[in-house]
DNA sequence: TTGTAGGCGTTATCAG
DNA sequence: CTGATAACGCCTACAA
């Protein structure tokens, strides 16, 4: 019967002529090669089982018709897609891109490929994206962040799609994330500022909004300074976007308060950028008048007049891990890789100790 | 990890309910909601042919039973993947990843999903990329630029798989791409700066291998210059990477030479950046003593000391537009979008007029 | 408006 | 090692 289909199916070639009417599929490699298909699909996926006589035939006859696999007929037999959906909050911050070059990589390497959305620091939108992804098959997922749709646990549980989140990492939910202990390293930052004599701080950092990594970093500072018996000033705590004209306008707005701070972190290298830029305009002197430091690290931050210290995030190994590890969990391979990933503070010249002048803290202490 | 990995894998159905035991499918959801497969099919993509009645039982079953449709099995049948594949050369040029969340948004809008890959500027990368997606299924395809591997052609032929070229354009391949007339778009920036009166030009720009969009505004240089009868001296042209500190040094490179250029045309914003830069630490007045100009504008180029002088291309509507026309394509509508991308000179305090000490036309003309 | 019955292109389970 | 043949989960003429 199937034969009967089949011939009915396929319109007459009239040409006479045996080339490929329409698609080439496995079965016309089959009968190219006279074998049946399912050694030409042994030929492709599992060459050792079949002899080199008859694979040699099959490829001449794959070439010869520009035969192209049918991924989504396999990626239904078989219940893997060899895809990997990835969620970012947005492309367009140096981090990200990155990360998700490094991701594209080393799926590639792999046979694997990518599916890219961007939910825009939206919960919503990520959970119906990774819902989309879900549909398309995918065998894995990336996110960012710990902090997801309620509902996602429920729609991957069913599924059992192994799911990694990104740029996070704390001992507590170690194996379910790979990236910097984000409150950590602003900690560490913190410190830094603070055993170079810095008492007045202000921070100048994108929303928090659905954004537990720049939460963390702001917690760390915090934590940092309490530890000094130090707060923040409502007055020193700056919140917007994310752009340098943005960084501008807070780091004004910052400096022209009472008392005056002598270290300003930024919560992206951006702001930072903006901060040090206004900084000239307002005829300051950095790091004497104000030290200025970032988190992340672009190149131009390194190559201003005054060179910014920031923090700097392996993006890419971020994304490189993140890749291998549901990689080798589909495969059912071990794998050891870092889940914290390495991070450095970077000194550079927009930070030194507080000029005597401008610290006001042997006045208020 | 196999601890971790079996716990995971089945949860135990601990409660006697009867509940989904593995996996609903349009079955599971047919029977409960007591109609057949072909209903529950059709209640979801062709609801108005359904009864009110069924139509609302169904969809009750389904999110009751938690059903995700399976989108390879879909794609199987209907031969459509409802998916786009686009092939940057990168994504940490500010320009791709603008498109790139462009197109995304704009596919996620109507139930399309983006694969992404990055080729590196390498021509056979980017025909294997394309073959995987080819094989993945995609509906379509987003390029950039026009010159691809040779057997692409061939390949795309026999699955009619409708593709885009983006970030160029020329009238000659109207319809097959979207972005700007590179060549144009450099041809009046160099007549901007000769009717300013520059005669001594150099250019710092990346490489031009496998990037006819670089190589198409180099020509727009040259061919603005020689309808003045001038040419770029070949000690004035550095060609190199992408980035800063290139920029800073192919900049220090044509400024040493002579004679000495009083107009550097950078390729692309980082070296534009770097060049300037690199001015400041040679002491050298912008634009006094040399005029510099970029292509493509990043935030920080407005921002700088001195803001500098470049061409603003829509890369959000070359994405937006790119996946509009896509879709528009493979739904049989009419669409009119303009092939040509908006580019706008966006002159700054970067460039103007030669100073007469530094200019020695007067001395050679 | 609803149901029945292949079929989409591969893989996988069996025998030979 | 190779060849039939039944899935895989959904869609869609065709019938009712």
């Known amino acids: 019967m199937s034969t009967q289909g089949s011939s009915e199916k396929k319109p007459p070639n009239h040409a006479g002529q045996p ?22 699909s042994r030929a492709i996926n599992t060459p050792h089982l079949v002899s080199p006589k008859l694979r040699e035939r099959i490829h001449q006859a794959i070439d010869q018709l520009g035969w192209v696999p049918d991924g989504t007929a396999r990626a239904l037999a078989t219940k893997r897609s060899y895809t990997i959906g990835a969620v970012f909050p947005t492309l367009t911050h140096g981090d990200f ?49 710990e902090n997801h749709h309620p509902d996602l646990d429920k729609l991957l549980a069913r599924r059992s799609v192994p799911i990694i989140n990104t740029f996070v990492y704390s001992p507590q939910t170690h194996g379910t994330c790979i990236g ?12 830094y500022l603070i055993e170079m004599g810095h008492v007045v701080f202000a921070i100048v950092a994108q929303s928090v909004q659905n954004n537990d990594r720049a939460e963390a970093r702001l917690q760390g500072i915090q934590d940092a300074l309490a530890e000094e018996g130090i707060a923040v000033r409502p007055q020193h705590f700056a919140i917007g976007q994310w752009s340098i004209s943005e960084g501008r306008h807070l780091f004004r707005q910052v400096m022209a308060t009472q008392p005056r701070p002598t270290a300003v972190i930024c919560g992206n290298p951006y702001l930072a950028v903006g901060a040090y830029l206004e900084s000239i305009s307002m005829g300051l002197e950095v790091p004497q008048d104000v030290s200025i430091v970032g988190y992340d690290d672009i190149e131009v931050m390194n190559h201003l007049p005054v060179s910014l210290t920031t923090v700097r995030v392996q993006s890419e190994q971020v994304g490189r891990n993140a890749a291998r590890y549901l990689m080798a969990r589909l495969e ?18 927009s930070s030194g ?13």
């Open 97 to 145: 891109a990155r990360a998700t070059t490094a991701i594209q990589q080393e799926l590639q390497a792999r046979g694997y490929t990518l599916l890219l959305a961007c939910s825009d620091y939206d919960l919503e939108q990520e959970f119906q994206q990774i819902k989309k992804f879900i549909e398309r098959g995918v065998d894995g997922l990336i996110l960012v962040g």
């Open 180 to 191: 910097p202990d984000n409150r950590k390293l602003f900690f560490d930052m913190t410190r």
């Open 19 to 40: 080339r490929q009417s329409s698609l080439a599929g496995l079965r016309e490699v089959a009968v190219a090669a006279h074998v049946s298909t399912a050694t030409v």
């Open 353 to 365: 100790p507080p000029s005597r002048k401008n610290n006001p803290a042997s006045l208020s202490l």
């Open 332 to 349: 059912d391979e071990a794998i050891d890789i870092p889940f914290q990933c390495d991070t450095e503070i970077v000194i550079r010249a």
